[in-house]
């Protein structure tokens, strides 16, 4: 069965360092995601990538905060100084079906830890 | 802003019961909802979508929608120490893009 797949599956980063992670969406899908979810909290969008561009982002995602899609197969979300606040769960997600009514499959998830 | 509310629980049935979780949601024009269950340090697994005022079916799942109150429930019947994990309420939201905006989630125990 088709998978969204993410590396690095655990990355510890010192404050102030910038992080790469990785995602490979579900080969067919073209609707892209990030979503984070801090321990204990809800999972919260971060932004959503459409043909090659980003289609929409959250308050969260700021400045710091980039994705790309260098390869027509990677999806990767970067943050460029890390902060300790930005320790959580990264999940990428791809949509699947239409897209008013799609559904949104999961990677395993990139846990950060910054110090 | 646009909200999905779910009680965080816990919620604690004994094995073979039925559990009933639910979520209210704020945006009328919400078309696609959805129940993800979120084992600890694991991803949101889907579950049930629905997108349709009235029940769904699957297997143990059923899914319920009612539009005019802006309110959707999932039941578990003969629960499982396995189904223990947060189940999480989601809703599209149209804004720029379609996007799932999620509730925090009921945490459920089953007991043996």
């Known amino acids: ?115 | 802003q646009k909200e999905v509310e779910q009680n965080s629980g816990p919620l604690s049935v004994p094995e073979g019961a039925i559990a009933s979780l639910n979520c209210t949601y704020s945006d009328r024009g919400s078309q696609s909802f959805f129940w993800y269950r979120q084992y600890s340090g694991k991803s949101p697994e889907l579950i049930m979508s629905i997108y349709s005022n009235g029940d769904k079916e699957d297997g143990r799942f059923t899914a319920q929608l009612n539009k005019a109150s802006q309110y959707v429930s999932l039941l578990i019947r003969d629960s499982q120490p396995s189904d223990s994990a947060t189940y999480l309420c989601a809703v599209n939201m149209m804004d720029s893009s379609y996007k799932l905006i999620f509730g925090s989630g009921t945490r459920l125990l089953v007991r043996p």
């Open chain 1, 1 to 115: 069965e088709p998978e969204v797949t993410q590396t690095p599956s655990h990355q510890v980063t010192q404050m102030g360092q910038e992080v790469i992670l990785r995602c490979v969406p579900i080969s067919n899908h073209l609707y892209f995601y990030w979503y984070r979810q801090i321990l204990g909290q809800k999972v919260e969008f971060l932004v959503s990538f459409y043909n090659n561009e980003i289609s929409e982002k959250s308050e969260i995602f700021d400045d710091q905060f980039s994705v790309e899609r260098p390869d027509g197969s990677n999806f990767t979300l970067k943050i460029r100084s890390t902060k300790l606040e930005d320790s959580a769960m990264y999940f990428c997600a791809s949509l699947t079906g239409p897209m008013n009514t799609g559904e949104l499959f999961f990677g395993e998830g990139s846990r950060l830890t910054v110090l």
